[in-house]
């Protein structure tokens, strides 16, 4: 099992808002980054840092960080952004990077 | 525009070693880290591990035992080397342009902002 933790699955009615978390104990020193994949491709960065955005990337993603979670939140969700989202870290130890086991985001 | 792209054996046999290089076309190795993941089928990301372009490694414990990642600077690429492979080792795996960032509060903080396309690798006799 990963240091870092997500939902296996979440779902959004299209144009709602939704949050998607990663809870692990190096989040709390330590910023997570985003990535989506869809079926076939390589993962997009879609939020690193504090809340940066790759070139690109559309303002309704948007990320947070509170404690030991980081979250991903998507503001009106759009049929294209049914994806696998992973978040990434550095890990408990800090010497390591590591991936969360990813959410599957389907959008109603 | 910078791009990335994995090349290598698609099928390699058990107990042998696994090798595979990512080109860096249209930029420059130095100043960033680069890591290779791998993603078995239908299962999340894992990272492999990281070369530094002035040589330095940095390898997911899990596989510390089996990896080895070189750089080629005159040549713009770097290199994967996993031994004695197993069929849990069969997997899409994916190069990765790698940047580090200081944050204030948060300290040195990774990520991954370009990617290859990913070549698959089955492991089998």
């Known amino acids: 099992s990963s240091e870092l933790t997500q939902d296996p699955s979440v779902s959004v009615a299209l144009g709602q808002t939704v949050r998607i978390t990663c809870q692990g104990d190096s989040l709390r020193s330590y910023y997570a980054s985003w990535y989506q994949q869809k079926p076939g491709q390589a993962p997009v960065l879609v939020i690193y840092?504090?809340?940066k955005r790759p070139s690109g990337i559309p303002d309704r993603f948007s990320g947070s960080s509170s404690g030991n979670t980081a979250s991903l939140t998507i503001t009106g969700a759009q049929a294209e952004d049914e994806a696998d989202y992973y978040c990434h870290s550095r890990d408990s130890s800090g010497n390591h990077l590591v991936f969360g086991g990813g959410t599957k985001l389907t959008v109603l | 525009q910078v791009q990335l792209q994995e090349s290598g054996p698609g099928l390699v046999k058990p107990s042998e070693t696994l090798s595979l290089t990512c080109t860096v076309s249209s930029g420059s190795i130095s100043s960033y880290y680069w890591s290779w993941i791998r993603q078995p089928p239908g299962k999340g990301l894992e990272w492999i591990g990281y070369i530094y372009y002035s040589g330095s490694t940095n390898y997911n414990p899990s596989l510390k035992s089996r990896v080895t990642i070189s750089v080629d600077t005159s040549k713009i690429r770097f290199s994967l080397r996993l031994s004695s492979v197993t069929a849990a080792d069969t997997a899409v795996y994916y190069c990765?342009?790698?940047?580090?960032?200081?944050?204030?509060?948060?300290?040195?903080?990774?990520?991954?902002?370009?990617w290859g396309k990913g070549t698959t690798v089955t492991v089998s006799s």
């Open positions: 990765a342009r790698t940047s580090r960032e200081w944050a204030t509060i948060a300290g040195y903080y990774y990520y991954m902002d370009l």
């Open positions: 840092g504090k809340n």
